[in-house]
Nanobody, 121 residues
Framework: VQLQASGGGLVQAGGSLRLSCAASGRTFTTYYMAWFRQAPGTEREFVAIIGRNAGTIYGDSVKGRFTVSRDNAKNTVTLQMNSLKPEDTAVYYC????????????????WGQGTLVTVSS
């Protein structure tokens, strides 16, 4: 599967942004889809995962502020980010895995190119 992330940009603290990830291929529904992020000088951090039947898990730092969803008919995954903070600034990546409910980036076989989110204070 090929992934294409979009929607990043510059936003003020407290604002919202919506990221999208478009997937190619006919087997989208077989994948667990996740978002990770990476700020300069840091390791890649788990943000959220959505399962095949739309169950979700969130990283502690984004719980209650971010919402992940998927549209299997359109092969897309969306990350709605609200109440953004400067510490949310990072490159955000969407990823796909056939492994079940993994929050470790090493479990993901397929990655999008990343989209930059910058939150100003």
């Amino acid at each position: 599967v090929q992934l294409q992330a979009s929607g990043g940009g510059l936003v003020q603290a407290g604002g919202s942004l919506r990221l999208s990830c478009a997937a190619s291929g006919r087997t989208f529904t077989t994948y667990y889809m996740a978002w990770f992020r990476q700020a300069p000088g840091t390791e890649r951090e788990f943000v959220a995962i959505i399962g095949r039947n739309a169950g979700t898990i969130y990283g502690d730092s984004v719980k209650g502020r971010f919402t992940v969803s998927r549209d299997n008919a359109k092969n897309t995954v969306t990350l709605q980010m609200n109440s953004l903070k400067p510490e949310d600034t990072a490159v955000y990546y969407c990823a796909a895995s056939t492994a079940v409910w993994r929050t470790d980036s090493r479990a993901y076989e397929y990655w999008g190119q990343g989209t930059l989110v910058t939150v100003s204070s």
